[in-house]
Each structure stands twice: as structure tokens, then as C-alpha cells.
């Protein structure tokens, strides 16, 4: 069974940092393990949809969306299945529940399209005031 456990969130002034961690585990039907696939994380503000912002192809093609462009930045730790984004120079506009997402058919997660996505973790809150 996939599992996504977020951490890291929390609440920051404007132009702050926060890291968002994402722990994944579970197994594909072919035996690969989730993070193997591809994974991200997307955003959802109070009265807004969820978008994605960042995201991590199978091939390791970094993907973001450009109102976080040079100011976010995914990672992953394949060797402890962990997925991570680094968030500095934080706006207001960046506050929302943050949700890590992974999927074994990838197309959901690089075009950013929420309803495609298999696996979501629980979220965690971001929360950036002036």
C-alpha cells in the first residue's frame, strides 16, 4: 500500500524559507517502489483549486510552475524515499495546504492535473503573512 506523510510545514513571514519533506513508501504492482515513479507537490488556497508547483519525472526532469520558478526547489533522496521542496523567498500568495502527490503513470503529475493523481499525502500548511 502507497503512503505519503508530509512534514515540514508551518507558518513564516514574507521573503522566509520553509523545506516541505515528503516520506514515501509502498510498492507498485510491478514491485517498484512508489518513489521510483513520478512524484510532487501541488497547493490548495481556501476557495481555490488545487495546482501543482512542483514536480520530479521518472527520467529526474525537474518541473515547476512559473509562480514558484527560481524560488522553489524539488528534490529527491532515493536512497531514504524522501521527497522534498525547498521554498525561500516565500509570498503571500504561497500560503495554502501544500500535498505531496505520486502516480505510476506520469502524466497527472508533469501536466499538473490533480484529478489524474492516484496517491496523495495528507498535507501540511503553509501559512506566510506580511
Known amino acids: 500500500q502507497v503512503q505519503l506523510v508530509e512534514s515540514g510545514g508551518g507558518a513564516v513571514q514574507a521573503g522566509g524559507s520553509l523545506r516541505l519533506s515528503c516520506a514515501a513508501s509502498?510498492?507498485?504492482?510491478?514491485?517498484?517502489?512508489?518513489?521510483?515513479?513520478?512524484m510532487g507537490w501541488f497547493r490548495q488556497a481556501p476557495g481555490r483549486e488545487r495546482e501543482g508547483v512542483a514536480a520530479i519525472d521518472e527520467d529526474g526532469t525537474l518541473i515547476y510552475a512559473d509562480s514558484v520558478k527560481g524560488r522553489f526547489t524539488i528534490s529527491k533522496d532515493s536512497a531514504k524515499h524522501i521527497l522534498d521542496l525547498q521554498m525561500d523567498n516565500l509570498e503571500l500568495e504561497d500560503t495554502a495546504m501544500y500535498y505531496c502527490?505520486?502516480?505510476?503513470?506520469?502524466?497527472?503529475?508533469?501536466?499538473?492535473?490533480?484529478?489524474?493523481?492516484?496517491?496523495w499525502g495528507q498535507g501540511t500548511q503553509v501559512t506566510v503573512s506580511s
Open positions: 509502498g510498492y507498485s504492482r510491478t514491485g517498484r517502489h512508489i518513489d521510483n515513479y513520478a
Open positions: 502527490a505520486a502516480d505510476v503513470w506520469p502524466d497527472s503529475i508533469r501536466n499538473f492535473s490533480p484529478k489524474g493523481v492516484a496517491y
